[in-house]
């Protein structure tokens, strides 16, 4: 059964290549060579490399390769530098797709990789990890809730300020503040507003109240604010 | 109603009913600092640079060192000794864990020596625990870390200063400051003095890992990818590998000399907008024409500089030159530059006055002289010139968007995936 789990992100990822409509270019010699290396029986060092390659040079050839480790000691963190540079959907889609496979720091990995990436369509997903308490990933789906700062991903974070357990507060209001600097910066100030007004609510004074609030009122036009005590 | 540190102090003496005795020292009427006034601080990964840095941090009066975390027991035992040695106590506390010195709500500042690949991360957590910074350079691994550095100092109100000392070293001041003044003439060309550039994906062989306690291996690597444990790594001897040195080795000392070419050239709020490297030399030009030009000046004198000592740097105008580097010593084009006086000379790896000047900024909020906002472009430029030479072709680059110009290839290297769970 475990064995099967862990090529469901394999399969998902098949199966989205084939339904992509743009053309794929074929792969450079560098992309060629490092994934003959990942199927090859080289050994650690070798196949870190050729991940950490394929985030420089790999497309979307190269995705269901690197997706088979995330779950692998060792090689997961390179899987995910090669699936972080690899720009094409079918790199989000198969983080996406290996979440409900991987457990502990994998899970964490693959959905910082999701945030980092800034995949909208993670937000679902993201979601429920943020307010999943067993999965251990909770942090981990906060921090790139705020990085995605859709105004869901905003609303979800709003939402764990207001009525979330209380060992949630702080991390999400770090990623609140994020978040609000994404929404403003796409002209979102009302979703920034928000988002920031709900950190000022659920925080004791402190840093992160006082951080809010400058933000709520650079927003109304008031200059920078200087670093504070 | 507030409470300051020394009402506490008495009041906690009357609910108590002792007498209310409490010595001048710690109302600062001996000459020492008041409690109120002092600056607590911690340090983590603080080895033979950090320690440095730790004696300048330790002779400043209103300094408190308190806590050492170090993920190497001898060298959290070294610091924590040589710490209360100098309070003659016994109060600095040591930890493996970096996290409890974040975690201390009296801490206000930490001193960060750890190697590279936790510079930005660990400087980030200590903004968002609401601590201000001096950071040891170079400060990121990426451009996308240089980014998130400068966002997360910004973000949270921190002080923050980078190690790039060389900004409140006489000579080198002379010199940028020369520059600005027009008595050079126009600038049209700085020189940065750069160490070779290397990128090596070799693994040294495996070695049975120590006890966590005597070396936490995970944590020294933390969010660098995972190799093999070997003891040469956590001796120092990690730079030069693509996984711990950012950059290409670069920011090494492209941290201090790009720097102070951003300084001199007047161009602190943005980057040269194209870089090409040919060998180990990158040329990178501004927008306004000036060049950059980061050439070899390594220990054994490459370079042809003039100035003597170790990360040199040189301004030319259309009216004369300047170089400063290591020595203190500046060389210029011609006598008549020095007639106000040649700087004082001290040497460029003091980092006294850099010290003053983060907790002077500590006290005021004010900006000191390597805040976060020039560390971003500084280190930004010297890794976008070397994903240039990475790349062995001419990139260009946008300073407003801090992205190269049509150039997927050389966007791709400006960000590297962090190791779990370690996250920002």
């Known amino acids: 059964m475990k064995f099967i789990r862990s090529l469901l992100p394999v399969l998902v990822v098949w199966v989205l290549a084939g339904c992509a409509t743009a053309p794929i270019s074929p792969p450079s010699p560098v992309e060629t060579a490092a994934l003959a290396v990942l199927a090859s029986d080289a050994g650690l060092r070798e196949k870190a490399r050729a991940g950490q390659e394929l985030g420089d040079f790999g497309g979307p050839a190269s995705v269901p390769a690197l997706a088979a480790l995330l779950g692998k000691e060792h090689l997961a963190d390179y899987a995910r530098s090669g699936l972080e540079g690899i720009k094409d959907p079918s790199a989000g889609a198969a983080l996406r797709a290996a979440l409900p496979t991987l457990e502990g720091r994998y899970l964490a990995g693959a959905v910082n990789s999701l945030g980092v990436r800034r995949d909208v369509a993670a937000v679902p997903a993201l979601q429920k990890l943020a307010l999943d308490s067993k999965a251990g990933a909770a942090e981990a789906a906060i921090a790139s809730l705020g990085m995605i700062a859709t105004p869901a991903a905003a609303k979800t974070l709003q939402e764990i300020l207001t009525n979330g357990p209380l060992a949630l507060r702080v991390p999400t209001a770090h990623a609140a503040l994020v978040a609000a600097e994404h929404l403003a910066r796409n002209g979102n100030t009302a979703g920034a507003r928000a988002v920031l007004n709900a950190v000022v609510r659920a925080l004791p004074p402190g840093h992160l109240a006082t951080a809010a609030n400058d933000k709520v009122a650079a927003l109304s036009g008031a200059s920078g604010a200087p670093a504070r005590r | ?424």
């Open chain 2, 1 to 424: 109603m507030k409470f300051t540190r020394r009402q506490f102090l008495k009041t906690t003496a009357v609910v108590l009913g002792v007498p209310t005795f409490i010595p001048a020292s710690a109302l600062g009427r001996d000459g020492t600092v008041a409690p109120s006034n002092r600056i607590v601080v911690g340090g983590i990964g603080l080895g033979p640079r950090g320690r440095e840095v730790l004696k300048a941090f330790l002779g400043q009066p209103e300094v408190q060192f308190v806590m050492i975390a170090d993920v190497q027991e001898t060298r959290r035992e070294v610091v924590r000794v040589m710490a209360n040695r100098h309070y003659g106590n016994q109060d600095c506390v040591k930890t493996r864990d970096m996290y409890e010195v974040l975690a201390r709500p009296d801490i206000d500042a930490v001193v960060i020596a750890t190697g590279d690949r936790w510079h930005a991360l660990l400087s980030i957590l200590a903004a968002k625990a609401g601590k201000d910074i001096y950071c040891e350079k170079p400060c990121s691994m990426t451009v996308r870390e240089s980014q998130e550095l400068a966002d997360a100092i910004n973000r949270y109100g921190r002080v923050f200063q980078a190690g790039t000392q060389r900004r409140n070293v006489d000579n080198f001041r002379f010199a940028a400051q020369l520059a600005l003044s027009g008595r050079l003439g126009k600038i049209h060309t700085v020189h940065a003095g750069i160490l070779p550039l290397e990128e090596s994906f070799k693994w040294l062989p495996e070695q049975p890992e120590p006890a966590r306690d005597v070396v936490d291996w995970d944590r020294w690597l933390g969010p660098a990818p995972w190799r093999p444990y070997n003891k040469d790594y956590v001796n120092g001897r990690w730079r030069g590998y693509f996984d711990f040195h950012g950059g290409a080795a670069l920011p090494e000392w492209g941290a201090h000399t790009v720097d102070l070419c951003q300084w001199a050239a007047n161009a602190d709020d943005t980057t040269p907008v194209a870089y090409e490297a040919d060998g180990q030399t990158i040329y990178g030009r501004y927008a306004n024409g000036t060049k950059l030009v980061m050439r070899l000046s390594g220990f054994k004198g490459e370079g042809n500089w003039v100035a003597p000592g170790t990360c040199p740097v040189r301004f030319e105008g259309d009216e004369g030159w300047i170089e400063a580097a290591d020595t203190g010593k500046v060389a210029v084009s011609s006598p008549k530059l020095l007639e106000g006086g040649a700087p004082a000379t001290m040497p460029g790896t003091d980092p006294t006055k850099h010290v003053r000047d983060f907790l002077n900024c500590v006290k005021s909020r004010a900006k000191p002289a390597g805040n976060a906002d020039i560390t971003r472009r500084g280190h930004i430029i010297s890794h976008a010139a070397s994903i240039g030479w990475r790349l062995g072709r001419k990139v260009e680059f946008d300073p407003v968007t801090e992205t190269f110009v049509n150039d997927a290839d050389a966007n791709r290297m400006c960000s590297r995936a962090r190791r779990s769970p370690w996250h920002a």
